[in-house]
Structure formats: C-alpha cells, structure tokens
C-alpha cells in the first residue's frame, strides 16, 4: 500500500493504481472531472495511464454552471 493526498486527504491505496481506477473506485465518472497530479492537469486520454506513487498529491475538480 502506498499513502497519497486526495483532496487534501489521506488515503492509502494500492501499488500500480492508475488515476483511472481511483476515479473508479470512489464512483467519478472520469467525464465529468479535470483531475491534476502534483499540480499538473492530466489528459484524460492518460488517466489510465499515469500511475500513482507513494506521497502524491491527486486533486480532483468537478465544473458546476450556475447563474
């Protein structure tokens, strides 16, 4: 298991996770997110990709319109 931020948050999540299945296990529709890794956005053609380490900080964005 290997520690990362998520939002600010703690969570230990397994070795090899992509953000892709991270998405997935908390119920995001990768769609309706922009999800930055280190401060860095990632494509979403990459979040199956690119591969969690241990201390990395994930923040995920949802866009709400309003008026």
Do not use: W
């Amino acid at each position: 298991m290997i520690t990362i931020k998520l939002n600010g948050k703690d969570e230990n999540v397994k070795e090899k996770f992509s953000l892709l299945k991270l998405l997935e296990d908390k119920k995001i529709v990768p769609d309706t997110v922009v999800v930055a890794l280190n401060m860095n956005v990632v494509n979403q053609t990459e979040l199956d990709k690119t591969f969690l380490s241990n201390g990395d900080s994930v923040e995920v964005l949802r866009f709400v319109a309003g008026g």
